[in-house]
C-alpha cells in the first residue's frame, strides 16, 4: 500500500467508545485493529475487496497517547515490558495507546514483548536497529543493500507476519534519525536503499500486510551540523506509511535553554513534511525534555502545542529514557512529571487505550 487512503475518519468519540488502542478505516467502514488478543483476525478486521487491510489510520481527530521504553532484552524477555506497562497504567490511570520499544535484527522479531503488549490493548510500535558499535552481530546499511544480512531479514519479517496473523497490527521503524550524525547508518549512500530492501523482505514474507512504516527523522532545528535535512533519504511513498518527527530540548545541548519549547524545534521540519508529503499522516515519534524543575511546563506546553498547533499530528510518542549517562542524554519522567501528563489527558483529545 502507497498511501494511506481513507473514505473517513473515526471521530474521538467513537475511538474512545470503541474503548482500544487504536483505529482505522478503509472503504467508508469503521476498522477496528487493537481489539483483545483472544479474539481471531478475522473477527477483528472488515474485508476490503480481495484482501484485508490491518494498516494502522489515524484517528478522524485527536492524537494517541504513546510512549518509548526502553528494555534490556538480554535479561527481560516479556516481563520488562509488563513492568513498564504496570508503570504507566498505575501513573496515568490508563494505560497508553502505543508503546515503542528497540530490538536488534540479529534477534529476530520481540515477540514475547509484541504479545504482552498486545493483550494490554495497547500497540506494539517495534523498532529494530541493524547494529550500532558494540552491538554484535552489527549490521551497517552496506550489508543490507548487499544482502549480507537477508537471512536475519526473512527471519524478522517471517516472525512479523506470525504475529501478525495471530494478533493484528503493530507499528514498525528501522534506521532512525537518518538524518543525524550519532548511528552508522546516518547520512550514508545505502541508507536509503536499505530501507528499501528491508521493506522488500517484508513484503514478500507477508509482513507488510500488519506492519504499518514508520520513517523518523530527526528535527534539525537547534543541533547545527549534527542533523541535516531528512528529505534527501525519503525513501519514496511506497515504503512508508506514516512520517515520525523525533524532537528534543536537552538542556545539554548548548543551544537549547530553558525557554526553548516545542514547537520552536517542531515548526520547520513539520512544515516541510506536511508540504512534501500531505498524504501521509504525521505523528511524532520520540520526544523528550531534560529531567529538572522545568520538564512539567515544557510538557504541559509540548502536548498543547501538539493539540493547538499541529492538529494533523495523530500519534505523539514520549521518549522516557536515558540515552547516554556520560552525556546526560536524559528525558526520563520523574514523579511530578507523571502527574503533570495525568492532568492533561483528562483531556479527551489525548486519546489512550482501554484500562
Known amino acids: 500500500m502507497s498511501d494511506i487512503e481513507t473514505a473517513d475518519g473515526i471521530s474521538r468519540r467513537e475511538f474512545l467508545k470503541a474503548g482500544v488502542g487504536l483505529a482505522a478505516v478503509t472503504s467508508g467502514l469503521e476498522l477496528i485493529a487493537g481489539c483483545a488478543a483472544t479474539e481471531t483476525p478475522k473477527d477483528r478486521i472488515i474485508p476490503t475487496k480481495e484482501k484485508s487491510d490491518y494498516k494502522i489510520y489515524p484517528p478522524k481527530d485527536g492524537c494517541l497517547v504513546g510512549f518509548h521504553k526502553e528494555q534490556n532484552r538480554r535479561f527481560q524477555v516479556g516481563e520488562g515490558i509488563s513492568t513498564t506497562i504496570h508503570h504507566y497504567r498505575n501513573a496515568l490511570g490508563a494505560n497508553p495507546a502505543i508503546l515503542a520499544f528497540w530490538s536488534f535484527l540479529s534477534l529476530g522479531f520481540p515477540l514475547a514483548e509484541a504479545k504482552t503488549i498486545r493483550k494490554n490493548s495497547i500497540v506494539p510500535y517495534v523498532n ?3 547494529g550500532h558499535e558494540g552491538w554484535r552481530p552489527s549490521f551497517g546499511p552496506d550489508d543490507v543493500v548487499q544482502g549480507r544480512c537477508d537471512s536475519y531479514i526473512k527471519r524478522l519479517a517471517t516472525d512479523a507476519a506470525g504475529f501478525g496473523e495471530k494478533h493484528g497490527s503493530f507499528f514498525f521503524t528501522t534506521m532512525v534519525e537518518f538524518n543525524a550524525g550519532w548511528w552508522p547508518w546516518s547520512r550514508k549512500p545505502d541508507t536509503t536503499p536499505a530501507w528499501r530492501h528491508i521493506w522488500q523482505i517484508f513484503e514478500e514474507q507477508g509482513a507488510n500486510q500488519y506492519a504499518t512504516w514508520v520513517w523518523e527523522a530527526f528535527c534539525p532545528e537547534k543541533y547545527q551540523i ?10 519514496g511513498d511506497k515504503y512508508l506509511d506514516w512520517i515520525g518527527i523525533n524532537v528534543f530540548a536537552n538542556l545539554k545541548n548548548p543551544y537549547i535553554g ?6 520552536e524545534l517542531m515548526s520547520k521540519t513539520y512544515e516541510q513534511m506536511l508540504r512534501n508529503h500531505p498524504q501521509k499522516t504525521i505523528m511524532v515519534s520520540e520526544f523528550g525534555r531534560t529531567p529538572g524543575s522545568s ?32 552525556t546526560g542524554q ?9 502527574g503533570t501528563l495525568k492532568e492533561i489527558f483528562k483531556d479527551p483529545y489525548w486519546i489512550m487505550a482501554a484500562k
Open 128 to 130: 529494530v536497529m541493524p
Open 226 to 235: 549534527s542533523v541535516t535535512d531528512p528529505e534527501p533519504y525519503y525513501p
Open 258 to 263: 530553558q525557554n526553548t519549547m516545542f514547537k
Open 295 to 326: 520538564q512539567p511546563p515544557w510538557l504541559i506546553d509540548a502536548y498543547r502545542s501538539i493539540e493547538n498547533d499541529f492538529p494533523p499530528i495523530r500519534a505523539a510518542i514520549y521518549y522516557d529514557n536515558i540515552t547516554n549517562v556520560l
Open 330 to 338: 536524559d528525558h526520563t519522567l520523574d514523579r511530578k512529571s507523571l
